[in-house]
């Protein structure tokens, strides 16, 4: 049996004189699956008409174009009409043999063949195709398969695709033509495509991809356009593919054109509300300045906004820039008018196959029936991101039903978020650290937040349970519970404690950027000395029951959540023990901080800080281990609880009632590759921890004076999670104080 159009046989029905006459028969041969009347259906001829080679013709085309059949024969014996057709095998299954690196189910979504459906080769060449793009697009291109096709009974097939997958197929070179003004290795930072190095075995970014290239040329353009080049062009990029398919050679052809300075800068408003010289602190360019597109974008933005909130929801600003290419100036007018009155009249969301519409729909700060307003889409974008599901979001506006409408379509990208991790890692605090954990951040496509975690340490033993809804009650309002064993060792201050309690909060917004949460807590805590514990500690020993209820409430207007560049913080942390408890006190803590780029993304600037207070009342005084530690991680150059009061006798810490620091560090490039993730940073940091209430304070060595660190460090973003390493100084310390002048830590936990 042999499959596949084999040829038409098509012989002379008749010499031009035997054509006249009339069917009087039509007989079918070698169906064995396919209904007679089915196949009558497709041919053009009936009983009763003539021998006409036209619609004979027809008849056989469209039998081959039905796809069920491996041949067709037509035939006349005197007035009778034979049909002989062989009918294309049915496929049992498809196996796909070879494939390591992409999963049968993917392969299988790629292909158009099914078991039970009809084979023929057709489909067979266009599913190749489909799954060598596949590979190709995972940076496979040596990849090789061949269909092998297994015969069966009944006219049956077994489909196999044998596959040899190969190597990824890398980057050799990444070549730059044209460019005078920036150095290939700088042009080579920018774009996200990487030549292929040893080092790089972690990453994909060194294996080709045509979309990926293509993103490359728009990264290239904002690149120039932000540095003044506002003629630049990628004139074409060009890949080739080496004769042993082992690698790319990739070429950006540029067009760099001439470098433009700002010469002048005007606000122009036809709303006779809007003062235009107040707005003017709004424009994130001044003259002398190289021409940057993101700042005029970000100037269009803010005066949006702004005039929005002062009651124009229509507003529209449009920048005009005129080019002076003999003297290399340009000049910027903001046009702001009122805009064409637009309401949103649907929003669509598409690409979420886990996660639940209303997931999405409730981090939309804009409804069906709103006011279009451009600010109000892009801080949706962020809250939609900052969930941490999707792998990028797109959020397109388009044109309605009619001329005041328009369409909001959100295009997401899912990804995993499900972990299972385990950890090691080394910590100047802790010693070495080992955890383990499972996490499901979009709990059966709800958004829900369930976490085990464990982690053992020189010095902690850690397991905790938790659950968070993001919106409780179908109200926006996150609550959460968890439920935690710890045991720790504190051998600045020699003692042990263990914990066993649970937690109970819930979270809601109060503003756009201002967020309330109220807590419950009870715990069992036990403190247990060791022989050479300080008296404060002894005081302190044995069980107790502690019940707290909490509140936090903080402004934050950050450009990003985990690892801000851009923007700033306040708040305020309030505790209060009691309530049934053995302990009596109330603790608050202010903490704020502010975040800036300064020349470009790489260099930032931050000011941290936090000042705490906590007072015991009805005669209480206050647990060693509810007061403020400081020292280590949270001021560096100073050992782990290194700041503060401290035992004369045994030389323990004991902790303070009042904290107060601040650090002000600047992080800065280190001229190497930024897929590295190396950078340097410069910090100083100043503060102090003190106050105490035992009755024995008399033996304790507490000034209160300031104290004060200078030092650099490295950090790595690697991918075995964070490494820092730290060197610090104290210049303003006690003697009493314990001093570290260097500390790392290795893993996600630091």
Known sequence: MSFGLLGIILPPIAAQDEQVGVIQGITILGNQRIERSTIMSYISVTKGSTFDPVLIDRSLKDLFATGLFADVNIAREGQTLIINISENPIINRIVFEGNKRIKDSTLEAEVSLRPRVVYTRTKIQKDLTRLLQLY????????????RIIELEQNRVDLVYEIVEGEQTGIQRIIFVGNKNFSNRKLREVIRTKETRWWRFLSTDDTYDPDRINFDGELLRRFYLNNGFADFQVKTSISELTDDKSGFFVTFVLDEGRRYKIDDI????????????????????????????????????????????QGHAFVEVLPRVERNRVAGTISIAYDVGEGQRVYVERVEITGNVRTLDRVIRRNVRIAEGDAFNAAKVRRSKQLIEELGFFKNVDIQHTSGS??????????????????????????????????????EKNLLGRGQNLSLQFQISGLDQN???????????????????????????????????????????????????????????????????????????IENAGESIVSTLG????????????????????????????????????????????????????????????IGLINGFSGERISISDRFFLGGQNFRGFKSGGVGPRDISTDNTVGGNLL???????????????????????????????????????????????????????????????????????????????????????????
Not at 688 to 693: E, F, G, M, P, R
């Open 551 to 610: 509140q936090s409430i903080f402004y934050k207007e950050l450009d990003n959540k985990i690892n801000p560049k851009e923007g700033y913080f306040i708040g305020l942390v309030s505790d209060l023990a009691g309530l049934g408890g053995d302990r009596k006190w109330l603790r608050n803590k202010i903490e704020a901080g502010v975040y800036k780029k300064l020349w470009t993304e790489d260099w930032i600037g931050s000011l941290t800080g936090e």
């Open 402 to 439: 009619t001329p005041d409408r328009s369409e909001l379509k959100i295009h997401v990208q899912e990804q995993s978020t499900g972990e299972l991790t385990f950890g090691a890692g080394v910590s100047s605090d802790s010693g070495l650290i080992g955890s383990a954990g499972i996490r």
């Open 266 to 309: 005007t606000i122009n408003t036809s709303l006779e509300e809007v003062e235009t010289f107040p707005l003017r602190r709004l424009v994130k360019t001044k003259k002398g300045d190289w021409y940057n597109f993101d700042a005029v974008e970000s100037s269009i933005q803010e005066l949006t906004k702004v005039i929005g909130e």
């Open 660 to 750: 107060y620091q601040t650090t002000a560090q600047m992080s800065v490039p280190l001229g190497l590759p930024r897929e590295l993730g190396l950078s340097g940073r410069a910090f100083t940091t100043f503060g102090s921890l003190t106050k105490v209430d035992e009755a024995s304070s008399a033996f304790l060595q507490d000034t209160g004076s300031l104290r004060a660190s200078v030092g650099v460090g490295l950090a790595w973003d690697s991918p075995f999670g964070p490494i820092s390493l730290n060197y610090a100084r104290p210049v303003l310390s006690e003697t009493f104080d314990e001093t570290e002048y260097i500390s790392f830590g290795i893993g996600s936990l630091y």
């Open 136 to 147: 190709r697009s995972s940076g496979r291109f040596s990849a090789r398969i061949e269909p």
């Open 463 to 537: 397991i905790e349970a938790s659950l968070d809804e993001p919106y409780f009650l179908n109200r926006e309002v996150s609550a959460g519970f968890d439920v935690y064993k710890t045991k720790r060792e504190f051998r600045e201050s020699s003692f042990n404690r263990d914990l066993l309690g649970f937690g109970i909060r819930a979270s809601y917004p109060l503003g756009e950027f201002l967020y309330q949460q109220v807590r419950y807590g009870l715990r069992n805590e036990e403190i247990i000395p060791s022989l050479l514990a300080s008296s404060v500690v």
